[in-house]
Protein backbone atom coordinates (compact mmCIF):
# COMPACT_ATOMS: atom_id res chain seq x y z
CA UNK A 1 0.00 0.00 0.00
CA UNK A 2 1.40 3.18 -0.83
CA UNK A 3 0.81 6.35 0.96
CA UNK A 4 -2.35 8.24 0.36
CA UNK A 5 -3.04 11.90 1.35
CA UNK A 6 -6.22 12.99 3.62
CA UNK A 7 -9.19 13.21 2.43
CA UNK A 8 -10.43 16.66 1.18
CA UNK A 9 -13.81 18.31 2.06
CA UNK A 10 -15.67 17.49 5.16
CA UNK A 11 -18.59 14.91 4.29
CA UNK A 12 -20.48 16.92 6.87
CA UNK A 13 -21.58 19.41 4.44
CA UNK A 14 -22.55 16.78 1.79
CA UNK A 15 -24.15 17.94 -0.85
CA UNK A 16 -22.59 21.22 -1.49
CA UNK A 17 -25.53 22.74 -3.12
CA UNK A 18 -26.70 26.34 -3.64
CA UNK A 19 -28.50 27.70 -0.92
CA UNK A 20 -32.39 28.00 -1.46
CA UNK A 21 -32.62 31.73 -0.10
CA UNK A 22 -30.85 34.65 1.31
CA UNK A 23 -32.70 34.45 4.44
CA UNK A 24 -31.70 31.82 6.22
CA UNK A 25 -33.96 29.02 7.81
CA UNK A 26 -33.33 28.24 11.65
CA UNK A 27 -33.53 24.72 12.95
CA UNK A 28 -32.99 25.02 16.22
CA UNK A 29 -33.55 28.02 18.63
CA UNK A 30 -31.91 27.67 22.59
CA UNK A 31 -34.62 27.93 24.89
CA UNK A 32 -31.93 29.07 28.15
CA UNK A 33 -32.36 32.45 28.12
CA UNK A 34 -35.79 34.53 28.36
CA UNK A 35 -36.63 37.13 25.53
CA UNK A 36 -35.90 37.10 21.70
CA UNK A 37 -33.54 34.40 21.27
CA UNK A 38 -32.36 36.56 17.56
CA UNK A 39 -32.58 38.78 15.26
CA UNK A 40 -31.14 39.90 11.73
CA UNK A 41 -28.24 41.72 11.22
CA UNK A 42 -26.77 43.19 7.92
CA UNK A 43 -22.74 42.52 6.98
CA UNK A 44 -20.83 45.67 7.00
CA UNK A 45 -16.90 44.96 7.49
CA UNK A 46 -14.02 43.80 9.64
CA UNK A 47 -11.33 45.53 11.42
CA UNK A 48 -9.23 44.71 14.44
CA UNK A 49 -9.69 45.18 18.27
CA UNK A 50 -6.83 45.41 20.69
CA UNK A 51 -8.03 43.74 23.63
CA UNK A 52 -7.00 42.49 26.89
CA UNK A 53 -6.82 38.12 26.64
CA UNK A 54 -9.10 36.97 29.08
CA UNK A 55 -9.38 33.12 27.94
CA UNK A 56 -7.50 30.26 29.16
CA UNK A 57 -4.49 30.55 27.16
CA UNK A 58 -0.69 31.02 26.84
CA UNK A 59 -1.31 34.93 26.53
CA UNK A 60 -3.94 35.36 29.70
CA UNK A 61 -3.81 38.81 30.54
CA UNK A 62 -2.06 40.29 27.72
CA UNK A 63 -3.14 42.20 25.24
CA UNK A 64 -3.77 40.81 21.71
CA UNK A 65 -4.73 41.92 18.12
CA UNK A 66 -7.75 40.52 17.34
CA UNK A 67 -10.07 40.57 14.13
CA UNK A 68 -13.40 41.59 14.61
CA UNK A 69 -16.76 41.75 11.84
CA UNK A 70 -18.71 44.86 12.02
CA UNK A 71 -22.67 44.27 11.68
CA UNK A 72 -25.44 46.86 11.58
CA UNK A 73 -28.28 46.00 13.49
CA UNK A 74 -31.63 48.42 12.75
CA UNK A 75 -34.38 48.26 14.83
CA UNK A 76 -36.40 45.12 14.56
CA UNK A 77 -40.35 45.44 13.90
CA UNK A 78 -43.03 42.72 15.14
CA UNK A 79 -45.60 42.23 12.59
CA UNK A 80 -46.77 38.93 14.35
CA UNK A 81 -47.01 36.22 17.08
CA UNK A 82 -47.53 32.85 15.64
CA UNK A 83 -48.65 30.22 18.52
CA UNK A 84 -47.79 26.22 18.30
CA UNK A 85 -49.49 23.80 19.97
CA UNK A 86 -47.52 20.12 20.61
CA UNK A 87 -49.22 17.38 18.06
CA UNK A 88 -47.93 13.66 18.19
CA UNK A 89 -45.46 14.99 14.88
CA UNK A 90 -44.49 17.82 16.57
CA UNK A 91 -45.25 21.68 16.55
CA UNK A 92 -48.58 22.41 14.88
CA UNK A 93 -49.45 26.16 14.35
CA UNK A 94 -52.16 27.21 16.24
CA UNK A 95 -53.18 30.63 15.92
CA UNK A 96 -51.74 34.20 14.00
CA UNK A 97 -51.76 37.60 15.77
CA UNK A 98 -51.07 40.07 13.36
CA UNK A 99 -50.47 43.92 14.58
CA UNK A 100 -52.81 46.48 12.64
CA UNK A 101 -50.33 49.38 13.12
CA UNK A 102 -47.53 48.39 10.07
CA UNK A 103 -44.97 51.13 8.52
CA UNK A 104 -45.48 51.82 5.25
CA UNK A 105 -42.33 49.73 3.59
CA UNK A 106 -43.80 46.18 4.52
CA UNK A 107 -46.03 46.98 1.43
CA UNK A 108 -43.16 46.36 -0.72
CA UNK A 109 -42.57 42.92 1.26
CA UNK A 110 -46.52 41.64 1.70
CA UNK A 111 -49.77 42.86 1.79
CA UNK A 112 -50.26 43.17 5.64
CA UNK A 113 -53.35 41.77 7.11
CA UNK A 114 -56.28 44.52 8.12
CA UNK A 115 -57.84 42.85 11.41
CA UNK A 116 -57.46 39.07 12.93
CA UNK A 117 -57.59 37.61 15.86
CA UNK A 118 -56.47 39.43 19.37
CA UNK A 119 -54.02 39.10 22.21
CA UNK A 120 -57.52 38.10 24.26
CA UNK A 121 -58.34 35.33 21.80
CA UNK A 122 -54.81 34.21 22.17
CA UNK A 123 -55.15 33.92 25.66
CA UNK A 124 -57.90 32.16 26.18
CA UNK A 125 -56.15 29.40 24.43
CA UNK A 126 -52.99 30.05 26.50
CA UNK A 127 -53.42 26.03 27.54
CA UNK A 128 -52.83 24.57 24.14
CA UNK A 129 -49.79 26.71 23.95
CA UNK A 130 -46.20 24.70 23.74
CA UNK A 131 -44.31 27.98 22.59
CA UNK A 132 -44.65 31.28 20.92
CA UNK A 133 -42.57 32.65 17.96
CA UNK A 134 -42.25 36.40 16.46
CA UNK A 135 -42.72 37.19 13.02
CA UNK A 136 -40.67 40.36 12.45
CA UNK A 137 -38.99 42.34 9.73
CA UNK A 138 -36.22 44.17 8.90
CA UNK A 139 -35.78 47.91 7.88
CA UNK A 140 -33.23 48.15 5.58
CA UNK A 141 -34.53 51.57 4.20
CA UNK A 142 -33.15 53.29 7.57
CA UNK A 143 -29.50 51.58 6.96
CA UNK A 144 -26.37 52.49 4.57
CA UNK A 145 -27.40 49.62 2.69
CA UNK A 146 -29.35 51.83 -0.04
CA UNK A 147 -32.23 49.27 -0.63
CA UNK A 148 -35.84 49.51 0.91
CA UNK A 149 -37.42 46.19 0.60
CA UNK A 150 -37.33 44.56 4.31
CA UNK A 151 -36.55 41.02 4.69
CA UNK A 152 -39.04 38.51 6.95
CA UNK A 153 -37.70 36.21 9.98
CA UNK A 154 -39.50 33.83 12.43
CA UNK A 155 -37.56 34.20 15.88
CA UNK A 156 -38.18 31.92 18.57
CA UNK A 157 -38.37 33.23 22.68
CA UNK A 158 -37.26 31.86 25.40
CA UNK A 159 -39.06 31.10 28.78
CA UNK A 160 -42.50 30.20 30.26
CA UNK A 161 -45.34 30.22 28.27
CA UNK A 162 -46.49 33.27 30.59
CA UNK A 163 -43.02 34.96 30.03
CA UNK A 164 -43.51 34.40 26.35
CA UNK A 165 -46.95 35.91 26.01
CA UNK A 166 -45.67 39.15 28.06
CA UNK A 167 -42.85 39.92 25.90
CA UNK A 168 -44.90 39.21 22.70
CA UNK A 169 -47.91 41.46 23.72
CA UNK A 170 -45.15 44.36 25.19
CA UNK A 171 -43.74 44.72 21.18
CA UNK A 172 -46.87 43.74 19.30
CA UNK A 173 -46.15 45.99 16.60
CA UNK A 174 -43.64 47.98 18.42
CA UNK A 175 -39.48 48.20 17.45
CA UNK A 176 -37.47 46.26 19.43
CA UNK A 177 -34.03 48.20 20.27
CA UNK A 178 -30.64 46.56 20.28
CA UNK A 179 -30.34 47.29 23.54
CA UNK A 180 -33.25 44.74 24.37
CA UNK A 181 -31.68 41.91 22.48
CA UNK A 182 -28.05 41.47 23.24
CA UNK A 183 -25.16 43.11 25.72
CA UNK A 184 -21.72 43.16 25.79
CA UNK A 185 -19.60 40.37 26.10
CA UNK A 186 -22.48 37.64 25.54
CA UNK A 187 -22.19 35.04 22.82
CA UNK A 188 -24.35 34.14 19.73
CA UNK A 189 -23.72 32.09 16.70
CA UNK A 190 -23.82 33.73 13.13
CA UNK A 191 -26.09 31.93 10.30
CA UNK A 192 -25.60 33.29 6.82
CA UNK A 193 -25.38 32.49 3.18
CA UNK A 194 -21.43 32.25 2.15
CA UNK A 195 -19.70 33.93 -0.50
CA UNK A 196 -20.75 32.41 -4.14
CA UNK A 197 -18.16 31.34 -6.01
CA UNK A 198 -19.76 29.91 -8.76
CA UNK A 199 -19.30 26.19 -10.60
CA UNK A 200 -15.50 25.41 -9.86
CA UNK A 201 -12.95 22.29 -10.33
CA UNK A 202 -11.85 19.75 -8.28
CA UNK A 203 -8.63 21.87 -7.73
CA UNK A 204 -10.39 24.70 -6.27
CA UNK A 205 -12.97 22.94 -4.91
CA UNK A 206 -11.15 20.25 -2.52
CA UNK A 207 -7.74 21.19 -3.01
CA UNK A 208 -6.52 18.29 -4.91
CA UNK A 209 -3.02 18.48 -6.44
CA UNK A 210 -2.28 18.98 -10.06
CA UNK A 211 -1.55 16.51 -12.47
CA UNK A 212 2.16 16.05 -14.00
CA UNK A 213 3.29 18.12 -16.48
CA UNK A 214 3.15 15.96 -19.38
CA UNK A 215 -0.48 14.56 -18.33
CA UNK A 216 -2.45 13.10 -21.56
CA UNK A 217 -5.54 15.37 -20.86
CA UNK A 218 -5.68 18.07 -18.77
CA UNK A 219 -3.31 19.35 -15.36
CA UNK A 220 -6.51 20.55 -13.29
CA UNK A 221 -8.75 17.61 -14.16
CA UNK A 222 -9.32 15.14 -11.64
CA UNK A 223 -7.29 11.61 -11.79
CA UNK A 224 -8.79 8.32 -10.15
CA UNK A 225 -12.42 8.03 -9.53
CA UNK A 226 -12.41 5.01 -8.15
CA UNK A 227 -11.94 1.28 -8.70
CA UNK A 228 -13.90 -0.69 -11.85
CA UNK A 229 -16.23 -2.89 -9.85
CA UNK A 230 -18.18 -1.60 -8.39
CA UNK A 231 -18.92 0.74 -11.00
CA UNK A 232 -19.95 3.29 -9.58
CA UNK A 233 -18.70 6.88 -8.69
CA UNK A 234 -19.00 7.33 -4.77
CA UNK A 235 -20.12 10.59 -3.38
CA UNK A 236 -16.70 10.96 -1.29
CA UNK A 237 -14.56 11.48 -4.75
CA UNK A 238 -13.83 14.74 -4.89
CA UNK A 239 -16.05 16.91 -8.12
CA UNK A 240 -16.39 19.57 -9.87
CA UNK A 241 -19.61 21.70 -9.08
CA UNK A 242 -20.92 24.09 -7.11
CA UNK A 243 -18.87 26.22 -4.42
CA UNK A 244 -20.28 28.84 -2.38
CA UNK A 245 -23.42 30.07 -1.53
CA UNK A 246 -24.33 28.04 1.20
CA UNK A 247 -26.00 28.16 4.25
CA UNK A 248 -23.19 28.33 7.29
CA UNK A 249 -23.66 28.30 10.77
CA UNK A 250 -20.37 29.76 12.91
CA UNK A 251 -20.59 29.46 16.82
CA UNK A 252 -19.84 30.97 19.58
CA UNK A 253 -18.87 34.94 17.90
CA UNK A 254 -18.04 36.56 21.32
CA UNK A 255 -20.11 40.71 20.86
CA UNK A 256 -16.88 42.85 21.96
CA UNK A 257 -18.82 46.11 21.53
CA UNK A 258 -22.02 47.76 20.88
CA UNK A 259 -22.45 51.42 19.33
CA UNK A 260 -24.35 53.55 17.30
CA UNK A 261 -23.35 56.02 14.66
CA UNK A 262 -20.91 56.23 11.63
CA UNK A 263 -18.08 56.17 14.81
CA UNK A 264 -16.93 52.41 13.94
CA UNK A 265 -16.62 53.04 10.56
CA UNK A 266 -13.19 53.77 8.18
CA UNK A 267 -13.19 57.62 7.36
CA UNK A 268 -14.74 56.18 3.39
CA UNK A 269 -16.70 53.79 4.90
CA UNK A 270 -16.57 50.30 4.68
CA UNK A 271 -15.64 49.15 1.61
CA UNK A 272 -18.57 47.55 -0.39
CA UNK A 273 -21.17 48.92 2.25
CA UNK A 274 -20.36 52.37 3.22
CA UNK A 275 -21.24 53.81 6.73
CA UNK A 276 -23.35 52.29 9.03
CA UNK A 277 -26.46 54.70 10.37
CA UNK A 278 -27.92 53.11 13.15
CA UNK A 279 -26.93 50.59 16.17
CA UNK A 280 -23.71 48.35 15.08
CA UNK A 281 -22.23 45.18 16.57
CA UNK A 282 -18.57 44.17 16.80
CA UNK A 283 -18.04 40.52 16.82
CA UNK A 284 -15.00 38.54 17.32
CA UNK A 285 -13.96 36.60 14.22
CA UNK A 286 -15.32 36.21 10.54
CA UNK A 287 -19.29 35.65 9.95
CA UNK A 288 -20.26 33.83 6.83
CA UNK A 289 -21.18 35.84 3.85
CA UNK A 290 -20.40 39.07 1.64
CA UNK A 291 -20.58 42.79 2.76
CA UNK A 292 -24.32 43.82 2.49
CA UNK A 293 -25.37 40.33 3.32
CA UNK A 294 -27.95 39.39 6.07
CA UNK A 295 -27.10 37.68 8.66
CA UNK A 296 -29.37 36.01 11.56
CA UNK A 297 -27.54 36.17 15.07
CA UNK A 298 -28.99 33.51 17.46
CA UNK A 299 -28.16 33.65 21.12
CA UNK A 300 -25.90 31.02 22.41
CA UNK A 301 -26.16 30.25 26.40
CA UNK A 302 -22.44 30.56 26.82
CA UNK A 303 -21.25 32.20 29.98
CA UNK A 304 -20.79 35.93 29.58
CA UNK A 305 -17.94 38.15 30.51
CA UNK A 306 -17.26 41.72 29.36
CA UNK A 307 -14.29 42.06 27.42
CA UNK A 308 -11.77 44.81 27.71
CA UNK A 309 -11.04 46.43 24.99
CA UNK A 310 -8.04 48.44 24.56
CA UNK A 311 -7.90 50.28 21.03
CA UNK A 312 -10.32 49.49 17.53
CA UNK A 313 -8.27 49.58 15.02
CA UNK A 314 -10.36 51.03 11.95
Known amino acids: MGKHSPRRGSIAFWHRSRAKRLVPRIRYWPTETKGLQGFPAYKAGMLQVVMVDDRDTPTKGQEIVFPATVVE ?24 IVSTKNPKELRKLFNPA ?26 PSKTGLGKKKPELIEIALGGSVDE ?13 P ?37 ATQKRRH ?4 GA ?17 FHKRTDVNKRVLKIGSGAEIAPKKG ?6 PKTSY ?15 TLRKNPKTAKKPELKQIVI
Request: glycine share 12%; net charge positive.
Open 73 to 96: VPPLFVYAINAYENTIFGLKSLTQ
Open 114 to 139: KKGQTIEDLKKDKAKIAELRLLCTTD
Open 164 to 176: ELAFAEKYLGQLI
Open 178 to 214: LEELIKEGEYVDAIGITKGKGWQGVVKRFGVSLNIHK
Open 222 to 225: GGSI
Open 228 to 244: ERPAKVFYTIPRAGQMG
Open 270 to 275: FHNYGV
Open 281 to 295: LVISGSIPGPAKRLV
